[in-house]
């Protein structure tokens, strides 16, 4: 995908995107009042799954009219369709997009990752605001692309990441930036989710044959951006879809925005300087899964830019999952026994912080920090909030010039994956890798034929 936003015009969106994310944590964006309407007028574009889950949560908002839903599978469909019966029902997004291009104002976008961009991108050409489910897309191009997107038109975006939008993330983020534990020295990220690598990561390569997928199913319009392969009944949908790069973007592409994000907006983090990474070596040393599936295993590892929060000019954040776990001496910071499967650590000079997944922020050791309360931080539910910054009530939490860089750096750890044991050095304006160019074929990819957005 080439991107359409070259030279000045690049430097300066950097630079715009810098200061907002720089600013408070909200980002104040305005809305499209074209229209006399007190209800939020909103689509959803994939409804099983996640997709129904985030289906449900709009349903909720008071304020909230679903006039159409989509979905490939017609089964999902009919389901969700009986939760909003007078909702429009599509099977190709792209037929809702142009039939009710008068009727909708906000969509939300909880299809499989490759195809995220293309559903994204056309709303937001059409002014519509968007909540995308995480990653904000499949490749580094296409949330720089994004990302550049939605600033430029200046609508509300949310990125899925509804942990953000808790007391426990939100209470990092202002533990953070209140420099509790000092000048941060290192930062650990994990996902050691039990039963995860069997139910999710597929050794591969994929099976031989031919399958027939179920008459409610369309194989074509579910590949979508993707190369057409064979339909297989248990490897690809539902839910199956993560393991393989043309549809996924592995474990860490998946997970890693709720692990990172109060990490990023805490420390203000900005684009890396570098990236690694390391996979189980049955993984790296089979041609035939290096080409179709993401590893069982991964460690990656993050150079940024130092800045006041920082104990040196550069350092470092160390992604862990699969067969990879922190350091014992990081995990008995807290405990070797009842270490979080998913969570962040930050150390520094003055003490560490650990953020579990979904859970309260602890700060470390909790002797000395006996002293510091819980701050006072209402509750809040992150697709309302979304709703509420549409009808121009709020700002968003997770916006697209926040969360996009750093989605960008998470994905680009997808890059890294694929090229094992080289250390990519990462220059961001040009988003170019100059001392291994052959890697930066995977920053974007052709789309099959009749998808181009």
């Known amino acids: 995908m080439e991107n359409t936003i070259q030279g000045s015009t690049r430097r300066k969106f950097l630079a715009t995107a810098a200061s907002l994310i720089a600013a408070p944590l909200f980002l104040d964006m305005p809305v499209l009042a074209s229209r006399p309407y007190a209800k939020l007028r909103h689509v959803s574009i994939g409804v099983g799954g996640m997709g129904r889950h985030d289906l449900q949560r709009f349903i909720a908002h008071p304020d909230v009219e679903i006039v159409a839903i989509c979905d490939v599978d017609e089964e999902r469909l009919q389901k969700a369709g009986e939760l909003v019966p007078n909702a429009r029902q599509y099977k190709d997004w792209r037929k809702l997009l142009k039939e009710e291009a008068k009727n909708f104002d906000s969509i939300n976008v909880s299809v499989p990752d490759h195809n995220h961009f293309a559903v994204a991108f056309s709303a937001i050409k059409m002014g519509k605001h968007v909540y995308c489910q995480k990653p904000m897309c499949h490749d580094v191009a296409e949330i720089r692309k994004l990302t550049e997107a939605a600033v430029e ?39 050691n989710r039990p039963g995860a690598t069997e139910a999710y990561r597929f050794l591969g390569p994929r099976p031989d044959g031919e399958g027939t997928p179920p008459p409610t199913l369309d194989w074509d319009l579910w590949t979508g951006t993707a190369p057409l392969r064979p339909y297989h009944p248990t490897i690809y949908h539902p839910s199956k879809w993560r393991a393989w790069q ?33 996979v189980q070596e049955s993984w790296e040393n089979s041609p035939e899964r290096r080409a179709d599936t993401w590893p069982q295993s991964n460690h990656i590892t993050w150079v940024f830019p130092g800045n006041e929060k920082t104990e040196e000019s550069e350092f470092t954040v160390e992604w862990f999952d699969g067969e990879f776990y922190p350091p014992e001496e990081v995990r008995s910071l807290f405990s070797l026994s009842d270490y979080p499967a998913e969570s962040a650590m930050l150390v520094g000079t003055e003490g560490a912080l650990l953020i579990a997944h979904t859970k309260m922020p602890v700060l470390l050791p909790q002797s000395k920090f006996q002293g510091i309360d819980y701050p006072e931080i209402e509750e809040r539910d992150h697709y309302h909030h979304f709703v509420d910054a549409c009808l121009g009530k709020t700002k968003t939490e997770s916006h697209f010039a926040q969360s ?33 160019p052959e890697a930066e074929k995977l920053l974007s990819r052709k789309y099959r034929g009749g998808w181009k957005v």
């Open 153 to 191: 038109a200046g609508i509300v975006s949310q990125l899925g990441t509804q942990h953000a939008s808790g007391k426990g993330d939100r209470t990092a983020v202002q533990w953070i930036k209140e420099g509790h534990i000092g000048k941060i020295k290192k930062v650990y990220l994990c996902s």
């Open 246 to 278: 043309d549809f996924g973007t592995g474990w860490s592409g998946d997970i890693g925005c709720h692990i990172f994000d109060a990490v990023w907006k805490g420390m203000g983090l900005s684009a890396p300087v570098s990236v690694h990474a390391r």
């Open 404 to 436: 996009g860089p750093m989605t960008e750096a998470i994905i680009l750890g997808t890059v890294a994956i694929r090229e094992p044991q080289k250390t990519l050095k990462w220059d961001p304006e040009k988003m170019k890798i100059p001392n291994h």
